[in-house]
């Protein structure tokens, strides 16, 4: 069992004008994955270092376990940080990087030698085990990293971008790994990043993060589906949903001036954004009465196509089938699916629809 609690947790660096962690609250549950999300700065190294105990909190408490590990020594948290880079003693092999954090701990040699040997071939690694950092790629490193992390069998792993210096391929299949690795091992996992995609994929649970404070917490499809407010609607997704400056007028919602969208129900605002995802708009040539727009340009994407199309003075993203390549100038009309319809208080970013 390892349940990781943050409750009100702040932290001001000396030198900072504002708090680099900031009222935090978050309950990560035994055995989940939980990812932290958010653009540099936001201060998920400083939540995952004080969980390590290597920063400390000005207030607040974090607890593991349901147990105050504030105050504790790193080496009493029972915790096995992996960060971006890998930090790999370079003068010992493989294998004995691999087993170095079970010198500390009182455990005989056979029973070393085990767990090595289990954690190698979970990792792949087995028939690298003699060699030196020097003479491993850069996944390899990586992979020994984990493996170093894994074989102490911590009660909470954290990661700090770990998967950041890997060429794009071997990242993505990296992520698939340590995302089936962390379920055979079901430890508490707290990871870092700032690349959505990578969260999206990995996370049974994402905490949005921006200025210190946590904004959203949830799955990657609430995230996607039900964004709180416009900072995770634009940080979720890739392109990033549609913002639209939107007037509610006799009953109906109109985007951009022209563009008349179905409202949904309950909504008294006046002025709102209007959210669309590039998947929630189709391209419909045979259709006369959905909004017209132009198109600027097609970026073909082997999967998909992702068409940008000007309407008044918006520019609105639209995910289209990987044929489908208007050119420049094209006039195409614009059909919105009812459903996919976001609103948010212009004002204050909230979402009320
Ligand atoms: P992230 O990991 O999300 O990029 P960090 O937790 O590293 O963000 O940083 C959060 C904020 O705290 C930033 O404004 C950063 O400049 C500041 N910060 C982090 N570490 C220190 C430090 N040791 N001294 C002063 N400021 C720091
Ligand atoms: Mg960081």
Redesign the pocket.
């Known amino acids: 069992m390892a349940r990781v609690e943050y409750e009100n947790v702040s932290k001001r660096?000396?030198?900072?004008d504002r708090a680099?962690?900031d009222d935090f609250t978050l309950d990560v549950a035994d055995g989940e994955l939980l990812v932290?999300l958010?653009?540099?700065?936001?201060?998920?190294?400083?939540?995952?270092?004080m969980l390590a105990g290597l920063?400390h909190p000005d207030s607040g408490d974090i607890r593991i376990d349901g147990k105050s590990v504030v105050g504790l020594e790193p080496k009493d948290r029972d915790v096995a940080l992996v960060f971006q880079s890998y930090a790999l003693y370079p003068h010992m092999s493989a294998k004995d990087n691999i087993r170095y954090p079970l010198r500390v701990k009182h455990m005989n040699e056979a029973e070393r030698e085990r767990r090595v040997g289990q954690v190698a071939e979970m990792l792949s690694l087995t028939a690298l085990l003699e060699r030196r950092p020097a003479r491993l790629s850069g996944g390899e490193q990586q992979r020994v990293a984990l493996a170093r992390a894994i074989v102490r069998q911590p009660r909470v792993f954290l990661m700090?971008e770990p998967l950041s210096n890997l060429d794009a391929k071997l990242r993505t299949h990296t992520r698939t790994e340590l995302k089936a690795l962390q379920r055979q091992l079901g430890t508490t996992t707290v990871f870092?990043t700032?690349d959505q995609a990578e969260a999206m994929t990995l996370a049974d649970r994402i905490a949005v993060?921006d200025r210190?404070r946590l904004l959203q917490l949830g799955t990657p499809d609430d995230l996607y589906l039900r964004p709180v407010n416009l900072f995770v609607a634009q940080f979720i997704g890739s392109p990033p949903m549609n913002i639209l400056a939107a007037e509610v007028r006799d009953g109906a919602l109109l985007a951009e001036g022209t563009w008349r969208l179905p409202l949904p129900r309950g909504i008294a605002a006046k002025s709102v954004s209007v959210g669309i995802r590039p998947e929630g708009i189709e391209l419909d040539e045979s259709s006369t009465d959905a909004q017209v727009g132009e198109v600027l340009v097609s970026e073909p994407l082997g999967s998909e196509t992702i068409v940008d199309v000007k309407v008044g003075g918006a520019l609105v993203k639209v995910r289209a089938a990987p044929q489908v390549r208007p050119d420049p100038g094209t006039r195409v009309h614009l059909r919105v699916d009812p459903s996919a319809i976001r609103l948010f208080d212009t004002a204050s970013g909230s979402a009320i629809a």
């Open positions: 660096f000396p030198t900072q680099a962690i932290l958010g653009p540099s700065g936001c201060g998920k190294t400083t939540a995952l270092r920063e700090d870092v700032h993060m210190g």
